[in-house]
């Protein structure tokens, strides 16, 4: 099959893992000969790029990043996309993350006739939020009809024969629906984000006693990296605890709170027990994970479904995080994961104690979780589910 891949950033620029996890798709796609042309914005920017190996990226579209970005002029991004289609004749016009791009790149597939199928990792699609002028019911079911194809009403909301969406978690499929967006059960189907094994497979090593904590992710509020010093300046009080310490990897978009993290560690005096990395290039992450013991996942903002804890997990690394939005597919208390309360420091603190002060449960959580990152979260297998749902509809 031929793929055009729509979306906001490709790497190598990326903010978060999701930018990074559509790479490993398309790459993935690929190599099960399929071939792939990638449409995605101008951030920083870049206009073009020659095309490397067998994926050409085309960086043209307009990236808005926030409400102060000038709007967008739909005509001349609808043509961008155009113009990919009837360059590239896809079997499949593929949307993934469009936070940022303009909301009539949808609609415009639609018109042209392309076949279109979404991969869903954030709420921006399924909240219908995608922009200021969706004002009316009207509106509203113009854009579902585009994106979506056909949609009739059921007491007043309207309900999607999807054949062609992929939800990253059942959170975001069922974040779907209570936005009013009954998704019909056949044809759309989760796949979950999965990694390739032999990228994230440390050597052994003896991670008993606990010594080292990390943290990796943007350093952005709802991510909750606060938490994660906070709950370490309380344990480093305890003399049980005088030799853990807390690394923390990744930049951010958010300079002011990136500062007051940094500043966090001197005021409650553990300035000799945090490092921060800054931001990592992911070709280094499988060291990083093999030199910690724990991940501490504190994210407070409904986390559609996480890659970084699939790459800890699978490096050997337990896992003290929290159960919003995805996470709770994956993170099951004392059997896959000691998870805290969002935001709660001492909370944190209290699941961080508890997972160093018992072996057997150290072991056991590594070990159940390791499986279910090995059965359950593979790119081979989430990629599987994809091929499947789009030769089924084909």
Request: charged share 25%; aromatic share 8%.
């Amino acid at each position: 099959m031929k793929f055009l891949v729509v979306t906001n950033l490709y790497p190598p620029h990326h903010i978060g893992g999701y930018e990074l996890g559509c790479r490993d798709v398309v790459e993935k796609l690929r190599q099960r000969g399929h071939a792939i042309r990638v449409l995605t914005s101008s951030f920083q920017n870049e206009k073009t790029e020659t095309p490397t190996g067998e994926i050409a990226v085309e960086r043209t579209l307009q990236f808005n990043p926030d409400s102060a970005a000038p709007p967008h002029k739909k005509r001349a991004e609808s043509r961008k996309l155009v113009q990919a289609v009837q360059a590239f004749s896809p079997d499949v016009v593929y949307f993934w993350n469009q936070a940022g791009l303009s909301a009539w790149l949808p609609f415009t597939a639609h018109r042209h006739g392309c076949r279109t199928a979404f991969f869903l990792s954030d709420t921006n699609f399924v909240s219908w939020r995608i922009g200021a002028w969706l004002t009316g019911a009207a509106e509203k079911n113009r854009l579902i009809r585009a994106l979506f194809g056909k949609t009739f009403l059921v007491r007043g909301w309207p309900v999607v024969q999807n054949r062609v969406c992929h939800f990253c978690s059942d959170f975001i499929r069922q974040a779907a629906v209570k936005n009013g967006i009954a998704v019909a059960t056949r044809g759309s189907t989760v796949a979950h984000w999965g990694i390739e094994l032999a990228q994230f497979t440390a050597p052994p090593r003896e991670r008993w006693p606990v010594k080292k904590l990390l943290y990796v992710g943007q350093m952005i509020s709802q991510k909750g990296a606060h938490t994660a010093i906070a709950a370490l300046g309380l344990l480093a009080k305890e003399k049980d605890f005088s030799g853990l310490t807390l690394t923390l990897a990744g930049g951010g978009l958010q300079p002011d709170y990136e500062k007051k993290l940094r500043a966090l560690p001197a005021q409650l005096g553990i300035a000799d027990r945090v490092i921060f990395l800054g931001k990592v290039p992911r070709a280094d992450l499988p060291r990083v994970y093999a030199e910690h013991d724990v991940l501490v996942f504190p994210s407070e903002w409904d986390e559609p479904f996480a890659i970084t804890p699939l790459e800890a997990i699978h490096s050997g690394l337990a896992v003290v995080g929290t159960t919003t939005g995805g996470s709770g597919e994956l993170f099951r208390n004392r059997e896959t994961a000691m998870t805290f309360a969002a935001g709660d420091a001492a909370d944190c603190a209290r699941a961080i104690r508890e997972l160093c002060g018992n072996r057997e449960l150290f072991e056991k959580i590594t070990a159940n979780a390791r499986h279910e990152v090995r059965t359950k979260h593979t790119l081979d297998a989430m990629v599987d589910k994809i091929e499947a749902n789009l030769k089924l509809e084909t």
